[in-house]
Nanobody, 115 residues
């Protein structure tokens, strides 16, 4: 399995921005996909954004147009930038990787958006 370490969470005011980062233990160029999921209290974990090995990206409707997922293959890092944050974006954000060995998850980083 791949070891994933997230950073960049915290407390942000509504309308603000933040950038989450996820460093992987392996070469992300070989991964099938990497992405971000989030889980709010009392809700199921859901996809936020994904980037495939070929660079194709996909986003949840709730963040489309105000988020960007990107990667730095030299640093084995994936970033998620969220703009115009809303209180409903409050959740634990988890980094995800899918390789030939299956899925791997990070420990999560808390994002709290105050109104």
């Amino acid at each position: 399995q791949v070891h994933l370490v997230e950073s960049g969470g915290g407390l942000v005011q509504a309308g603000g921005s933040l950038r989450l980062s996820c460093v992987a233990s392996g070469s992300i160029s070989s991964f099938n996909a990497m992405g971000w999921f989030r889980q709010a209290p009392g809700k199921q974990r859901g996809l936020v954004a994904m980037i495939a090995r070929g660079g194709e990206t996909s986003y949840a409707e709730s963040v489309k147009g105000r988020s960007t997922i990107s990667r730095d293959t030299a640093k084995n890092t994936v970033h998620l930038t969220l703009n115009n944050l809303k209180p409903e974006d409050t959740a634990v954000y988890y980094c995800y990787a899918h390789t030939g060995e299956g899925p791997s998850w990070g420990q999560g980083t808390q994002v709290t958006v105050s109104s």
